[in-house]
């Protein structure tokens, strides 16, 4: 393995992100604060605890979940994209690079600016409310494993986008909502029968659950579960992965 290669990547995409750090920095903060005022303590007010927790405690999980989710894919897609946008992924194509590198390069690169905000809203929750992590190595497993599957996941969009219109499609369309129905500020067991069935569809549920039952010990659906769906969603991230460089789709036409 080139890890020089893999370090200039990293450095390179690094460089990117500090170069903004005080946006990213404050950004996350202010956001964090807003969701707090506006849930925490307008509907906190009203809702004295689900399945034993505080409100405002509750919603942590979900909000660190929102926002590693969006900004790992984010960071991921963009990153690659612009290189195919102004032509100087060919460069990196004809360098003594593999394509495991590349990938490790950019999707590590996202994974740790994911990680960042995550502990930045973390750190942020304890302004606001007090709570305890009842399991902090599951917690931080299962930050990590949502770090790195969605940072797959945007590089798969970066390299699929063949316009700034399509790189944001589906981070907006699709997982800012799917988070959302996920149970990030609710619990499935509050929702009718009907649609506690149809929010067992959403993957976002198994992923906002174990990260959740990681705080509080309580969760929407079995741990082993929620272990076996990011398994299995990073799985077949790194599979479309391995088929885009072996078919070169969007990549060398």
Request: hydrophobic fraction near 55%.
């Given at each position: 393995?080139?890890?020089?290669?893999?370090?200039?990547?990293?450095?390179?995409?690094?460089?990117?992100?500090?170069?903004?750090?005080?946006?990213?920095?404050?950004?996350?903060?202010?956001?964090?604060?807003?969701?707090?005022?506006v849930f925490g303590t307008a509907i906190g007010s009203r809702i004295e605890s689900v399945e034993g927790v505080s409100y405002g405690a509750f919603i942590v999980p979900g909000l660190v979940m929102l926002s590693v989710m969006t900004q790992a894919t984010a960071n991921a897609s963009f990153g690659i994209y612009f290189p195919k946008f102004i032509g100087t992924i060919y460069e990196l194509l004809s360098a003594p690079v593999s394509f495991f590198e590349i990938v490790v390069g950019y999707v590590?690169?996202?994974?740790?600016?994911?990680?960042f905000i995550g502990c930045v809203i973390l750190g942020t929750a304890w302004f606001f409310v007090d709570m305890q992590i009842a399991h902090p190595g599951a917690m931080v497993a299962f930050l990590l494993m949502t770090c790195f599957s969605f940072s797959l996941l945007g590089f798969i969009i970066g390299i699929w986008a063949q316009n700034f219109e399509q790189l944001q499609l589906i981070p907006l369309l699709v997982i800012t909502p799917l988070v959302f129905l996920g149970?990030?500020?609710?619990?499935?067991?509050?929702?009718?029968?009907?649609?506690q069935t149809i929010s067992m569809f959403n993957p976002v549920?198994?992923?906002?659950?174990?990260?959740?039952?990681?705080?509080?010990?309580?969760?929407?659906v079995p741990i082993a579960i929620s272990l076996m769906a990011i398994t299995f969603f990073m799985a077949a991230c790194l599979a479309v992965i391995w088929w885009i460089f072996k078919t070169g789709y969007r990549i060398k036409s």
């Open positions: 393995m080139n890890l020089q290669a893999v370090k200039a990547i990293y450095l390179f995409e690094m460089a990117r992100f500090f170069r903004t750090l005080m946006q990213s920095f404050i950004s996350p903060v202010i956001s964090t604060s807003l969701y707090f005022v590590g690169a996202a994974a740790t600016k994911a990680l149970g990030a500020f609710y619990g499935i067991s509050m929702l009718p029968p009907v649609w549920v198994y992923l906002i659950s174990g990260f959740r039952w990681a705080f509080f010990d309580t969760a929407d």
